[in-house]
């Protein structure tokens, strides 16, 4: 027989039962992505999260006009597994500070490299956007900031893509406590 892709049907054939167990065992992270409008990486941050299992996402500071369809559209319809919310309120993000520790994902004079952060969970990433970073508003609260070493010209990478390293970086560190696993 000639080999072939798999689809999703092929993959997870008990798709609901499939989905009842991520839910269960989603990992103790959640993002707040702060003022990030470009639609392609906030799409591709939510694939990631669907991915990796996170708890869900806040969309702070986000357009009025944002354009759901489209995030279904680029996010390959995980919008639909991975739960989020819009949050507009400062107060809002400070409740979320009860039940969580704040790491921003940002270069700030107190950050230090992802790689020697040692997390302790529940988090709270804070994302920023490609233009501004994270903003002011949310560092003040940072239990941590965290950043990845940058050795070229470029001071920065695509959000989606250094937010891929951190979130996998913390499963990584998730896994090796033994605090989750794939079953």
Do not use: W
């Not at 500071?61 to 489209?70: G, P, S, T």
């Not at 520790?101 to 804070?126: H, Q």
């Amino acid at each position: 027989m000639k080999e072939y892709q798999l689809n999703f049907r092929e993959i997870n054939k008990k798709h609901l039962s499939k989905i009842e167990e991520i839910n269960r065992n989603r990992i103790p992270v959640c993002l707040i992505a702060d003022g990030i409008n470009d639609i392609g990486n906030l799409g591709m941050i939510f694939r990631l999260a669907d991915a990796l299992r996170i708890e869900k996402i806040f969309l702070y500071n986000i357009k009025d006009n944002f354009n759901f369809r489209l995030l279904k559209k680029k996010s390959r319809s995980t919008s639909n597994y991975v739960s989020y919310e819009i949050i507009n309120e400062i107060n809002q993000i400070l409740l979320l500070k009860k039940n969580y520790k704040f790491v921003v994902l940002d270069k700030t004079n107190k950050s230090i490299d992802y790689s020697t952060f040692n997390p302790d969970f529940p988090l709270c990433l804070i994302i920023g956007s490609e233009r501004f970073g994270v903003s002011e508003e949310l560092i003040k609260y940072a239990d941590a900031s965290v950043h990845l070493p940058m050795f070229g010209v470029n001071t920065s990478i695509n959000v989606a893509s250094a937010t891929a390293v951190i979130l996998y970086d913390l499963v990584k560190k998730i896994n090796k406590n033994g605090k989750f696993y794939d079953k």
